[in-house]
């Protein structure tokens, strides 16, 4: 069985983690979205890094939820398997089925990693998981500020990224591609799902509302990913 799966903040949020828009804490009154830009960081860096170790901080404390075990337990089932998702958290990585996990080839986060650093200029970059210090990190290789790993709004993808998901995508027809958690609102994650199913694959999309993509979809289940994804994975892998 070849498996796509694409995944958004609606699963993140089970685990407690926030929507991007629906930030709270010291952030009620600001506008999340504006804190996102390169323009922000260039502005005014010292604001734009205390909103993103608040951001570590509490997916540090979140548990991956049935969701995302379900979907580790169809990674080892599949024969060829993708993750693609727009989370820069790490509940996917941290997921666990009967001890394995996803492996760093079988997931694309296209929207970057929340705990990497990287280089406003150069291409230096480390991880950050245990802890952050303060103020605005001085990049190691040429002295420039780092900045989160993420995608901000204005920015382009990482073509890597979107290589391995295109690769993905173009080398054969996938046999589900199963979408839970995401608005669908950027096109290119419609595209890739309608693409990798072809004319024959199934779309499957778990989401409590309507999105983007549910005219596209064979099948259509609103309910929230904890609760659905473990009984389509394992209709899956018991039909597949």
Same mark, same amino acid.
């Given at each position: 069985? !070849?498996?796509?799966?694409?995944? #958004?903040?609606?699963?993140?949020?089970?685990? *407690?983690?926030?929507? /991007?828009?629906?930030?709270?804490?010291?952030?009620?009154?600001?506008?999340?979205?504006?804190?996102?830009?390169?323009?922000? /960081?260039?502005? $005014?860096?010292?604001? =734009?890094?205390?909103?993103?170790?608040?951001?570590?901080?509490?997916?540090?404390?979140?548990?991956?939820?049935?969701?995302?075990?379900?979907?580790?337990?169809?990674?080892?089932?599949?024969?060829?398997?993708?993750?693609? &998702?727009?989370? =820069?958290? $790490?509940?996917?990585?941290?997921?666990?089925?009967? *001890?394995?996990? +996803?492996?760093?080839?079988?997931? +694309?986060?296209?929207?970057?990693?929340?705990?990497?650093?990287?280089?406003?200029?150069? &291409?230096?970059?480390?991880?950050?998981?245990?802890?952050?210090?303060? #103020? +605005?990190?001085?990049?190691?290789?040429?002295?420039?500020?780092?900045?989160?790993? +993420?995608?901000?709004?204005?920015?382009?993808? $990482?073509?890597?990224?979107?290589?391995?998901?295109?690769? /993905?995508?173009?080398?054969?027809?996938?046999?589900?591609?199963?979408?839970?958690?995401?608005?669908?609102?950027?096109?290119?994650?419609? $595209?890739?799902?309608?693409?990798?199913?072809?004319?024959? #694959?199934?779309?499957?999309?778990?989401?409590?509302?309507?999105?983007?993509?549910?005219? /596209?979809?064979?099948?259509?289940?609103?309910?929230?990913?904890?609760?659905? =994804?473990? !009984?389509?994975?394992?209709?899956?892998?018991?039909?597949?």
């Amino acid at each position: 069985m !070849r498996v796509l799966v694409i995944t #958004g903040a609606g699963i993140s949020a089970e685990s *407690g983690i926030p929507t /991007f828009r629906g930030a709270g804490g010291l952030w009620r009154t600001f506008n999340a979205a504006a804190l996102a830009t390169p323009e922000a /960081f260039q502005n $005014d860096p010292e604001t =734009v890094w205390t909103w993103y170790r608040e951001r570590r901080a509490g997916v540090r404390t979140a548990v991956p939820n049935a969701a995302h075990n379900a979907i580790v337990k169809l990674a080892s089932h599949a024969r060829e398997f993708l993750l693609l &998702t727009q989370n =820069v958290d $790490d509940l996917h990585s941290r997921a666990r089925w009967n *001890g394995s996990s +996803v492996t760093p080839d079988q997931l +694309v986060q296209i929207h970057g990693d929340l705990f990497v650093t990287r280089c406003s200029r150069c &291409t230096c970059s480390r991880r950050d998981e245990n802890g952050d210090g303060t #103020g +605005v990190p001085a990049c190691p290789c040429c002295g420039a500020p780092m900045r989160p790993g +993420v995608v901000w709004f204005g920015e382009g993808l $990482d073509p890597h990224s979107v290589a391995r998901a295109e690769r /993905f995508v173009g080398d054969a027809r996938a046999d589900a591609v199963l979408v839970a958690g995401t608005t669908a609102a950027f096109p290119y994650i419609i $595209d890739w799902a309608r693409r990798a199913a072809g004319s024959s #694959g199934r779309i499957i999309e778990i989401n409590p509302d309507e999105t983007q993509l549910s005219r /596209f979809a064979t099948t259509v289940i609103r309910e929230p990913a904890a609760i659905a =994804v473990p !009984r389509i994975v394992d209709d899956l892998i018991a039909n597949g």
